[in-house]
Structures are given as structure tokens and as C-alpha cells.
């Protein structure tokens, strides 16, 4: 099993910048790639980013890219989230997700399904 602790969510206005933070432990050697998803009362939770361990590779939304950066630190098994130019429409609850799989192509990085381990969730507000 792989724990995962999301911090650093909280209010923030439109056009200010937030850091989400995901702290791994347990079975973190089976862990290949992290993720980010966020859902909207009311809306299907979408992918946001993801990055593999190994490599640094990367993958993004539309909706993010050019505003959000994702991040790892191997050595503290820590993923983070820079999240810059804030808008109302990214107000969500956050969720720091792991791959366990051997590998992954950057479009299976992108379903929610094919990761194998969830964070509770930490609230991003964005006000206008």
C-alpha cells in the first residue's frame, strides 16, 4: 500500500500562485508515476498533471498547461504542484493519486483509473 498526504491548499485570489505538496510513504518502491486530479462540486473529477518517477516525465491538461508545473523529489518521495496565474475555474478539491504499474504511456497517465492510490483530497479556492 502507498499513503498519500496532500498539503497546501487554501484561499487565494484570481492571478496568485498556490503550491500543492504530496507526501508518499509505505510501499513507495512500487510506485512508478504520481498524479494530480481535481474535481468541482458538481462536475467529474478531470486530470490535471502527472510526472513518473523515473525520468521526470510529464504530462498536462489543456486547461494548466503554461500555468501549472508538477514536480518530484525522488530522494523525500514528494510531489508537488505549482499552480501560477489562478483562476475562479480552478477552484477544486485536489487530489495527489499513484501509479503502481511498470509503466505508463502518457495518455493512460491522464485516466483516473489507472492509478492504484488516492490522497483525501485538499480544497483550492480561487476568488475573482
Known amino acids: 500500500q502507498v499513503q498519500l498526504v496532500e498539503s497546501g491548499g487554501g484561499l487565494v485570489q484570481a492571478g496568485g500562485s498556490q503550491r500543492l505538496s504530496c507526501a508518499a510513504s509505505?510501499?513507495?518502491?512500487?510506485?512508478?508515476?504520481m498524479g494530480w486530479f481535481r474535481q468541482a462540486p458538481g462536475k467529474e473529477r478531470e486530470f490535471v498533471a502527472a510526472?513518473?518517477?523515473?525520468?521526470?516525465?510529464?504530462v498536462y491538461a489543456d486547461s494548466v498547461k503554461g500555468r501549472f508545473t508538477i514536480s518530484r523529489d525522488n530522494a523525500k518521495n514528494l510531489v508537488s504542484l505549482q499552480m501560477d496565474s489562478l483562476k475562479p475555474e480552478d477552484t477544486a478539491v485536489y487530489y495527489c493519486?499513484?501509479?503502481?504499474?511498470?509503466?505508463?504511456?502518457?495518455?493512460?497517465?491522464?485516466?483516473?483509473?489507472?492509478?492504484?492510490?488516492w490522497g483525501q483530497g485538499t480544497q483550492v479556492t480561487v476568488s475573482s
Open positions: 493519486a499513484s501509479i503502481s504499474r511498470p509503466f505508463s504511456m502518457p495518455a493512460t497517465m491522464m485516466r483516473g483509473n489507472w492509478y492504484d492510490y
Open positions: 509505505g510501499r513507495t518502491f512500487s510506485s512508478t508515476a
Open positions: 510526472i513518473t518517477w523515473r525520468g521526470g516525465i510529464t
